[in-house]
């Protein structure tokens, strides 16, 4: 009886039909990049000041400057160490009651009072619109700009248990089809929202969608190539999230308005539906569910567009045997060196994400293969949700805290890492007895391939002593 890896073998592990797949889900991957890292230019928050509309009138009847009008309305305060003008107090003064003229800009204020802002805010636009500018979210209710990346990651979150178990009960390619209905609708729906809580929770159903569409798409892909093709398989693929990363500066460059820009990171979403008629489900899924003969025929048409032949299709042995289940805050002589300090941290958690994703779908048996990535994708979702708080509110309290607190997880991280089995160049786990076992199984193929060689061997020798 034969196994599904050798059908594929005999199919082609990376042949046309793999290659095809791949392409159109890379594509896939490179909007992801943009719901991720998207905030940075969706909630920027530009240099902002207290309005008093007082002042605000006066500055339009004389013609006064942005700044002109800054000086008679904010003071100036000292912030770790530095003197700026004040982003979130203004001077206690009622202008209409004043004799403020076009000619008396220049007052004597430090003895005035100060209060919170009352009248709003003011921005320095420089023609871009965040959701942080149009619902004002600064000064005290600056956290619930981190909220926006929190609620996507809350999103992650619940994907992970919800699309794991939905993408093996049901399908790798129907879980694919419904995260992209639900990208499709909640982002539109998204850069459309009235306000702040409702963008909040569509976000969160973004995400949720999101996730659960990258987990079965990477999937389906390790499941469907050799062994030999997974990991370079699994790198380029996650390879075009940061190419996604290089487009999305420039397309904010040119979309300056937060919903434009969103609904450009949705649209491939909705182009994204097609593939459902372009994209075969996973035999080794089907197998899992006893449905040998579909998982066959899919085979089958694999390795007529590889343009090969399958040879031991007679019987496909189903082993599972079970259900489904840098920093704005450098100094300016330290610029370039923390900067390319960055970089370097930014290339090292690039390449630690894509081992982690690739060896992580290496460690489980088929039948609970998405539910495994998807419980381990967790992890990283709750690390996603507790980032912009450690980030943002401990470093009002120390700017290095977030950076010693990151570093030491990572140490900690890279140590665990040595306990976990080697991966290379063995077959996906089909069984529980493949994981706690793995030698056993590596000796079997080792056998097969000895074999292979004897046979090809002796067939070579009949040849020519048929010749002679």
Request: net charge negative; aromatic share 12%; proline share 3%.
């Amino acid at each position: 009886m034969a196994t599904f890896d050798d059908l594929l073998e005999e199919a082609g592990s990376f042949g046309r039909c793999q290659k095809r797949i791949f392409a159109l889900l890379c594509l896939l991957s490179i909007p992801y990049s943009g719901v991720y890292v998207g905030t940075v230019f969706q909630s920027f928050t530009p240099d902002h000041w207290c309005r008093d509309s007082a002042v605000v009138e006066r500055r339009q009847a004389c013609g006064w400057s942005l700044a002109d009008s800054r000086r008679l309305t904010v003071p100036v305060v000292n912030v770790s160490g530095g003197l700026q003008q004040s982003s979130c107090e203004q001077y206690d003064v009622d202008w209409n009651t004043t004799t403020l003229g076009c000619d008396t800009q220049e007052l004597n204020l430090s003895e005035v009072p100060l209060t919170t802002c009352k009248d709003g805010w003011e921005y320095q636009y420089e023609g871009r619109t965040s959701f942080a500018t149009e619902f004002n979210l600064v000064c005290s209710d600056g956290w619930f700009v981190d909220m926006y990346q929190s609620t996507l990651n809350l999103g992650f979150l619940g994907s992970s248990f919800a699309f794991g178990f939905f993408a093996d009960r049901f399908g790798r390619k129907i879980s694919f089809l419904v995260s992209n209905i639900l990208n499709a609708i909640s982002g539109i729906a998204l850069a459309v929202a009235p306000n702040y809580i409702s963008i909040l929770v569509l976000r969160c159903i973004f995400g949720f969608g999101v996730k659960g569409g990258w987990m079965s798409s990477y999937v389906l892909l390790t499941e469907i190539v050799g062994v030999e093709y997974r990991q370079t398989v699994g790198i380029l693929y996650q390879m075009f999230f940061s190419v996604g990363v290089l487009i999305l500066p420039l397309l904010a460059y040119f979309i300056t308005d937060w919903r434009w820009l969103q609904f450009v990171i949705t649209a491939p979403f909705i182009f994204f539906l097609s593939y459902y008629w372009f994209i075969p489900e996973s035999p080794r899924w089907l197998i899992s569910q006893n449905k040998s003969a579909k998982a066959l025929k899919i085979t089958e048409a694999m390795a007529k567009e590889n343009k090969r032949k399958l040879k031991n299709s007679g019987t496909v042995t189903d082993e599972e045997g079970g259900s489904s289940s840098a920093s704005l805050l450098a100094s300016e002589r330290m610029f370039w060196f923390k900067t390319v300090l960055a970089c370097i941290g930014r290339l090292g958690i690039t390449m630690t994400f894509e081992m982690v994703v690739f060896v992580n779908t290496e460690l489980y048996p088929t039948y609970v293969r998405n539910l495994g990535v998807s419980v381990c994708s967790t992890l990283c979702d709750i690390g996603g949700m507790v980032a912009p708080f450690l980030l943002y509110r401990l470093a009002a309290i120390w700017l290095e805290l977030p950076l010693i607190i990151f570093g030491v997880v990572a140490l900690v991280a890279g140590g665990l890492v040595l306990l976990l089995p080697e991966t290379r160049g063995v077959p996906l786990p089909e069984t529980i007895d493949d994981i706690e076992f793995p030698d056993r199984k590596t000796e079997d193929v080792v056998e097969n391939q000895q074999l292979k060689t004897l046979l090809k061997s002796d067939l070579t020798n009949n040849k020519e002593t048929t010749t002679v």
